[in-house]
């Protein structure tokens, strides 16, 4: 799967595995050979592969077990490879059946949002978000430090991605957090765009006090 020209082979060969093969190929790359597999520039292409096709209990397990040890949701979120096959499994499994790869990214929220890496799981993460409670925990997250993140390279990205995949309900609060600071985040290079954000977004009554800000600044 490392090799040039082999990889390309084993992503043809996953295709054609029954459920038995699938599972026999998952055991023998489980655990810390999983990791290093995606995080090969070669390597993670193929793997995937096998993340379009499981369908077993089992294999889901051994994907679980292999994610779940040693911070390896973190290794794979913040590197150039890994996050790839991170972005496979949010967007291939279903909210529930991932529930573990939230859990984690929401014990190392900052850490992955202020991450180069990490923020292209967390958009993928965000966009892929449906079930109402947790859509609150990433929203309760972002109020710890609304201002840091929205200040910060890569931390905006993620607060915009919220602010345009969330309703105005969900997000509402994340305005009202930063209120007094809108002149000031305007003028910011990586916050301005948040700014323009809140105001489309925002119903009239709090749209006009946003308005008011910049008119008696």
């Not at 972002?142 to 607060?159: R, S, T």
Request: hydrophobic share 35%.
């Amino acid at each position: 799967m490392l090799d040039n020209y082999g990889n390309y082979f084993c992503s043809e060969l996953i295709r054609y595995l029954k459920e038995h093969q699938r599972i026999h190929f998952l055991k023998q790359i489980k655990g810390k050979k999983f990791i290093d597999i995606s995080c090969n520039n070669r390597g993670t292409w193929a793997l995937q592969t096998i993340i379009l096709a499981v369908t077993e209990e089992e294999e889901f397990k051994i994907i679980k077990d292999s994610l779940l040890q040693n911070d390896n949701i973190c290794t794979l979120a913040m590197n150039n490879q890994g996050e790839h096959m991170l972005q496979k499994i949010i967007t291939t499994f279903s909210e529930d059946r991932r529930a573990y790869i939230f859990d984690d990214i929401m014990k190392n929220f900052k850490l992955l949002a202020t991450d180069k890496q990490g923020l292209c799981v967390m958009k993928r993460l965000i966009e892929h978000t449906k079930q109402a409670q947790n859509q609150t925990r990433i929203v309760d997250k972002i109020k710890e430090d609304c201002l840091g993140y929205v200040k910060n390279e890569f931390g905006n990205f993620v607060v915009n991605e919220v602010m345009q995949q969330f309703s105005f309900e969900m997000t509402r609060d994340i305005i009202k957090s930063i209120q007094g600071h809108y002149v000031e985040l305007a003028q910011n290079k990586y916050s301005s765009k948040f700014i323009e954000i809140c105001i489309d977004r925002a119903p009239k009554g709090l749209q006009n006090s946003l308005i008011e800000e910049f008119l008696l600044s």
